[in-house]
Each structure stands twice: as C-alpha cells, then as structure tokens.
C-alpha cells in the first residue's frame, strides 16, 4: 500500500512537472489577454467619451440653428406684414383716387351730356314732339 501511495505520488509529481509549461504558457496568454482586454476596454471608453462630446455638440448645434432659425423665421414673418402693410395702403390710396377720377369723370360726362342737350333742345323736341325738360 505504501509502494501503491508512493507511485501515486511520484505520478502525480510527473503529471504536474509535465503539464507546468503547458500551464505556465497558459497562464501567460492569459495574462497577455488580460491586459489586452483592459486596452481594448479603455479604448471603448474613450470612444463612448469622443461620442458623448460630439452628442453634446451636435446639441448645441442644434439649439443654435432652431434658434437662427426661428429668428429668421421671425424677420421674414416681419417682412412679410410690412409689404403687406404697405401694398394695402398703395390699392387704398390708388382705390380712392380711382373712386376720385370716376366722380370726376361721371361730373364731367354729366355736364357735357346737359350743355350737349340745352344745346341741342331745339332740335330734339323737333325729332321728338312732347319730349319734357330736362
């Protein structure tokens, strides 16, 4: 039995000094991985960093251009009620000179239309008997 314990022994001695490089070699990747992964992790949080900066930026952008937009919005909004403003006021201002030049053309008509028939009175009522005076 001892012999038995002292071969065991001896075989798992044997075991052990032939899987030690095969372990040591195993345990080095392992720590060359390692180290491979934390560069690789802090490589990631670099980038989570740049794309969190470039987040808030694109934000900033953002905030800026719907704010140039609006305000431009608003100028041309402003414009826009000027110009209308002021081509009211222009077909207003033509509206009552237009309605201007009708009573004075409708003055006009009517008085050559009455001087045409005092003038004429004579030779109407001789056309037409019993016509009434104007």
Known sequence: MKRRFIDM????????MANYPMYETLREASEELDLIVQAVQAEIIGVQEDVSV???RID???KEFAAVADSTLSQIDSTLN???STAIAKVD???ARTDQLELKINEAVKGAVDKSLKQNEKKIKQI???LPTF
């Not at 022994?9 to 075991?15: G, K, Q, R, S, T």
């Open 60 to 62: 900033v952008v953002r």
């Open 9 to 16: 022994i001896v075989i798992l001695a044997m075991a052990i």
């Open 128 to 130: 037409i008997p019993g």
């Open 82 to 84: 000027v110009i209308s």
């Open 93 to 95: 201002s033509l509206k």
């Open 54 to 56: 470039i987040s808030e």
